[in-house]
């Protein structure tokens, strides 16, 4: 008997790899405003929002500006990203993706969105699978970012599903702990050192099933 109802994924770095385009767009105005951005420092910025990913930008270059440059370049690395998501097709769904989801759906499993990301529409309407899915908790419904659980639980009460029969997909540390806060069972996705909080860690979709799901389930005897 399976204890989970539904299942709440993150997007970036878990349906797509979109954390390739983030930091192309953040390359080009670090270039333009002189700071030395590298992958390294990327990794820094999954699962965090836009303004709080500039923040740290500016924290890496030494610099203090002011809230309406802040907002100006925040704006242009957006319309930079959109330029390139906008270009995204179905083939950029991670492996395995789609095959869970339908095993999910077969077993009446609600599945949701919970992302920082206010381009959240926009990447799944291009990679055609906007219909997908029973809600979607974003960063255009939600005002606390990550690790804080509110996006999670957000997608937990669209679904209409208590939190304690919530499984979490998550890439980022700080994602993992607001499943953890939101009282979810969290599923890592990525690296066993990285994001070793989790209830379990698998290296990508295509690494899960409904049968696997039962077993860590039991595994952790929730
Ligand atoms: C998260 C990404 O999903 O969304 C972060 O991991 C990103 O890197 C954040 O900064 C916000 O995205 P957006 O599309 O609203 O700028
Ligand atoms: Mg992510």
């Not at 405003?33 to 303004?51: A, P, W, Y």
């Not at 939600?142 to 499984?167: N, S």
Request: hydrophobic fraction near 45%; charged fraction near 25%.
């Amino acid at each position: 008997m399976m204890h989970t109802a539904a299942c709440i994924f993150d997007l970036d770095g878990v349906i797509v790899d979109t954390a390739r385009y983030h930091f192309l767009a953040w390359k080009r105005l670090t270039d333009m405003i002189g700071i030395h951005f590298t992958e390294e420092d990327n990794e820094r910025l999954k699962g965090v929002s836009r303004m709080a990913s500039l923040e740290i930008i500016l924290e890496i270059g030494g610099r203090k500006i002011e809230e309406s440059q802040k907002h100006e370049y925040a704006e242009l690395k957006n319309k930079w990203y959109v330029d390139y998501i906008s270009k995204m097709t179905p083939d950029e769904i991670l492996p395995g993706c789609l095959e869970f989801i339908k095993e999910l759906k077969g077993a009446n499993v609600r599945v949701a969105i919970g992302s920082a990301s206010k381009n959240t529409p926009l990447i799944l309407e291009r990679v055609g699978i906007l219909e997908l899915f029973d809600a979607i908790a974003d960063g255009n419904n939600v005002k606390k970012a990550k690790p804080d659980p509110e996006v999670f639980i957000k997608a937990a009460e669209m679904v209409g599903i208590e939190p304690g029969r919530c499984t979490v997909f998550e890439d980022a540390v700080a994602g993992i702990q607001a499943a953890l806060n939101a009282g979810m069972l969290c599923v890592g996705v990525g690296s066993p050192v990285i994001l070793k909080k989790a209830h379990f860690v698998i290296r990508g979709l295509d690494d899960m099933s409904l049968s696997k799901l039962i077993e860590i389930e039991k595994g952790i005897r929730i």
